[in-house]
Each structure stands twice: as C-alpha cells, then as structure tokens.
Nanobody, 124 residues
Framework: QVQLVESGGGLVQTGGSLRLSCAAS????????MGWFRQAPGKEREFVAA????????YYADSVKGRFTISRDNAKNTAYLQMNSLKSEDTAVYYC?????????????????WGQGTQVTVSS
C-alpha cells in the first residue's frame, strides 16, 4: 500500500516555473515506478512524465519535453516534477501515481496508486 500526497501547485505567470512534489508513505518507495498526469477542465486525463524505480530512466509526453523534468529522491520517499517555461495550456490538476515494479508507462491504467491532485494555473 502506498499513499501519495502532492504539493507545490499554485498560480504562476506564463513563462514561470513551479516544482511539484509527491510525498509517498511506506518503506518501499524505491520499488515503485512513478508517473505524473494532469487533467484540465473538460478534458481527459493525460500523461506528463514517468520515472523508473532508480530514477535512471525517464519518459515524457511530447508536449512537455524540454520544459519539464521528473526526478525522485528515494531517501526522502518523494518524486518531483520541475516545470519551466509554463504555458497557459499547462493549466490543470496534476496527479502523481505509483506502480509496483520497474515500469515506465504513459498509460494511466498501469498505475495502481494515485494522489489527490494539486492545481496548477498558468495565467497570461
């Protein structure tokens, strides 16, 4: 069982930066692949980024590649999403998710555990 709590969302201007955190409970955080997803109003949830158990492999949606960076600190049981050069279309609720094993997947159905989400609003 893993419980996930996101933080770090807020209001930022176009071109600005935010860093989201995802704090996980439990002793086996390093045994889980982690992902970030987002959902804008009226739209389906979409994949943002994923990271392997060790952090050695990452995978990004084309829409955020070069602007967002996913990372993790297994000693702190925390995953991060550094978001730079933010655009209005990045406005959404951002969710972190976990899947047991060294899995790197863009599919939401792969992930068993989800956080409650944190709102990111980018104003122009």
């Amino acid at each position: 069982q893993v419980q996930l709590v996101e933080s770090g969302g807020g209001l930022v201007q176009t071109g600005g930066s935010l860093r989201l955190s995802c704090a996980a409970s439990g002793r086996t955080f390093s045994s889980y692949g982690m992902g970030w997803f987002r959902q804008a109003p009226g739209k389906e949830r979409e994949f943002v980024a994923a990271i392997s158990m060790s952090g050695g492999s990452t995978y990004y949606a084309d829409s955020v590649k070069g602007r967002f960076t996913i990372s993790r600190d297994n000693a702190k049981n925390t995953a991060y999403l550094q978001m730079n050069s933010l655009k209005s279309e990045d406005t959404a609720v951002y969710y972190c998710a976990a899947v047991y094993g060294n899995i790197l997947s863009p599919r939401g159905s792969t992930y068993r555990y989800w956080g409650q989400g944190t709102q990111v609003t980018v104003s122009s």
